[in-house]
Nanobody, 114 residues
Framework: VQLQASGGGLVQAGKSLTLTCAAS????????MSWCRQAPGRQRELVAS???????NYADSMKGRFTISGDSARRVVWLQMDSLVPEDTAVYYC?????????WGQGTLVTVSS
């Protein structure tokens, strides 16, 4: 499984941004996908996850501003981020899980300017 994340960039505080993660390879084995992020000097943290059945979960601090959605057939997930704040600046990573393995994408940088 390979994951390609895209959509990061520089955005002003208060604006929105949507990230995309597309899986390729043996995608039928994927049970769920998620977004995590890692800010400078901090540990990687979960942002949101979604199962192939479309059940979404969010980290408590992300609820209300971030929305995860997905196309289960194509194993593509999106992360819509609204009302961005400088503290959202981080590298955002896509993750996919199967029964036996976890796969990570290369990350996409989101920078929120004040």
């Amino acid at each position: 499984v390979q994951l390609q994340a895209s959509g990061g960039g520089l955005v002003q505080a208060g604006k929105s941004l949507t990230l995309t993660c597309a899986a390729s390879g043996s995608i039928s084995n994927i049970n769920g996908m998620s977004w995590c992020r890692q800010a400078p000097g901090r540990q990687r943290e979960l942002v949101a996850s979604i199962t192939v059945r479309g059940v979404a979960n969010y980290a408590d601090s992300m609820k209300g501003r971030f929305t995860i959605s997905g196309d289960s057939a194509r194993r593509v997930v999106w992360l819509q981020m609204d009302s961005l704040v400088p503290e959202d600046t981080a590298v955002y990573y896509c993750k996919a899980v199967t029964l036996l393995q976890t796969y990570w994408g290369q990350g996409t940088l989101v920078t929120v300017s004040s």
